[in-house]
Structure formats: C-alpha cells, structure tokens
C-alpha cells in the first residue's frame, strides 16, 4: 500500500465539512433575507440566538462539531502518512469514520433527533479511537 489511500477519507471529511458550512450560511441568510433582518441585528453568537430559530441553526451546530474530533482524525491521518503505518484496517476505518460523521451531520442539520445524532457520534468516535490507540500502540 502507498499511503496516499489515507488522503481519500481525509479530503472526505473537508468535502462533508465544506457542504455543512455552505448549508450553514444558505440557511442563515435564506432566513435574514425571508424575514427582511438587517445582518447588523445578527453580529454577535448571542445575537445570533436571540434573532434566528434553532432549526435554522442546526448546520451551524454541526459546523463547529466538525472542528472539534475530527481534527484528531487529521492529524491522525497526516500521522499515519507521514510514518509510513497507513495499511487496509486504516484506510476501511478512516472511511467508516467519515461515513459517519456524514450520517451524524445529516441527523443534525435536519431532524436533530438527539439520540439517533448521539448513537451516530459514539459509534464514530469509537471508530476514531480504535484508530488512535492502534496507532498510538503501533508507535512503540
């Protein structure tokens, strides 16, 4: 295996972060132009609140979600490439972990039903985890 397999999950998980961020910003400004909110009324996070429904939010939400664990899973990624370790288990594992993230997301910036969202993030994050510690054990 080359390596460079890692970069296919990688590069899947900005694309998933890239769509999250575009659903934010269409939502949020869909809304401000439908209800005719001057962009000054929504300058601050807690502004933000106050002015626009949570459902209109969800994507927001998501967003800063997807800059939280899954930087782990960057640099992970960028790790593994750079020793050398990258191997079949790591690239399925790294592609289930993205494959995830995007059921997480979608659950989130649409029906945001808690528990289906949480179900979908743990079983992501173990996979995350399960990479990390193979990773971590495999280091020494």
């Not at 900005?14 to 809304?31: E, F, N, P, Q, S």
Request: charged share 10%; net charge positive; glycine share 6%.
């Amino acid at each position: 295996m080359q390596g460079n397999e890692i970069f296919g999950p990688f590069f899947g998980m900005i694309l998933l972060t890239l769509i999250v961020w575009i659903a934010l910003y269409v939502r949020r400004i869909g809304y401000l132009k439908r209800n005719r909110i001057h962009a000054q009324k929504v300058s601050t996070p807690d502004k933000v609140v106050d002015v626009i429904p949570e459902h209109v939010q969800y994507p927001a939400y998501n967003f800063r979600n997807l800059l939280e664990l899954p930087v782990l899973f960057y640099v992970l990624c960028l790790y593994l490439y750079v020793s050398g370790n990258v191997d079949t288990l790591y690239v399925i594992a790294a592609w289930l972990f993205v494959g995830l993230r995007a059921v997480h997301s979608t659950i989130q910036c649409t029906t945001n039903i808690v528990m289906q969202r949480f179900t979908a993030y743990m079983a992501g994050a173990v996979v995350l985890w399960f990479m990390v510690l193979r990773a971590a054990l495999g280091a020494f």
